[in-house]
């Protein structure tokens, strides 16, 4: 049998919990990232160029393999590098002072789900500047041991709640290309896909590393 779990807000005393949580959850889309920049047409045809290159003016089979292989290995650590810096960010902004960020700020506010008094996932929602009739869903992450619990599912209808019980139409949230399980998640939800962009890094942008809004319009109570 599961264990059950309860959600709460945040905690102080939380803090630790929460940003291994959101770390380590990043951290797992390295895997996807690399595999989305490797299908990429250009990332194809620079490596195919390389080895050919090399291949013509050296007269080796050996040295070409050697020099694609580093390029992939430089490929996958500059995808370690960008998340790494995101992580950093984040636990450097909203993360540091999860308490000042979303607790004690107008509409906002930040919860945990708990098992057996250990925190297993996160989220959180704040006002959306760009998106003024609705709150924007953040920081949902769920411990790998744990899913399959529907604790995701319970963490957005928490959000919704709250977006719904202060009068906001709806809730918008954002996602990445690589994040294919996320975007399972909101479908079943009913979220509705509502715009796609590129991240503004430069590498997004030549490697089709495209953010997705995601909007649930809130039905309201009889």
């Known amino acids: 049998m599961a264990a059950s779990f309860q959600i709460r807000k945040f905690r102080d005393?939380?803090?630790?919990?929460?940003q291994e949580v959101f770390t380590?959850?990043?951290s797992e889309h390295v895997p996807s990232s690399f595999v989305h920049i490797l299908k990429q047409p250009l990332t194809q045809m620079v490596l195919m160029c390389v080895f050919c290159a090399l291949m013509t003016?050296?007269?080796s089979f050996l040295f070409p393999i050697l020099a694609?292989?580093?390029?992939?290995?430089?490929?996958?650590q500059?995808?370690?590098?960008?998340?790494?810096?995101?992580?950093?960010?984040?636990?450097k902004k909203d993360l540091h002072n999860i308490s000042e960020t979303y607790l004690k700020q107008k509409d906002s506010c930040f919860w945990v789900a708990e098992v057996d008094g250990r925190v297993v996932g996160t989220v959180a929602c704040l006002p959306?500047?760009?998106?003024?009739?609705a709150l924007e869903l953040k920081r949902l992450s769920v411990r790998r041991s744990h899913r399959g619990m529907g604790i995701a599912k319970a963490l957005c209808r928490t959000v919704a709640d709250f977006t719904r019980e202060r009068g906001y139409a709806a809730v918008v949230l954002y996602t990445s290309v690589v994040q294919r399980d996320a975007q399972?998640?909101?479908?079943?939800m009913?979220?509705?896909?509502?715009?796609e962009f590129a991240a503004p890094e430069f590498i997004a942008k030549i490697t089709n590393f495209n953010l997705f809004e995601y909007r649930l319009q809130l039905k309201k109570y009889d």
Not at 184 to 188: R, S
Not at 190 to 195: A, M, R, S, V
Request: proline share 2%.
């Open 68 to 76: 694609v292989t580093l390029l992939l290995a430089a490929t996958r």
């Open 184 to 188: 399972h998640l909101y479908d079943h």
């Open 13 to 18: 005393e939380d803090t630790e919990a929460v």
């Open 78 to 91: 500059l995808v370690v590098h960008m998340f790494n810096a995101y992580i950093d960010t984040s636990l």
């Open 128 to 133: 959306n500047e760009n998106v003024p009739e």
């Open 57 to 59: 003016s050296s007269k």
């Open 24 to 26: 380590v959850g990043m």
């Open 190 to 195: 009913g979220y509705l896909k509502t715009k």
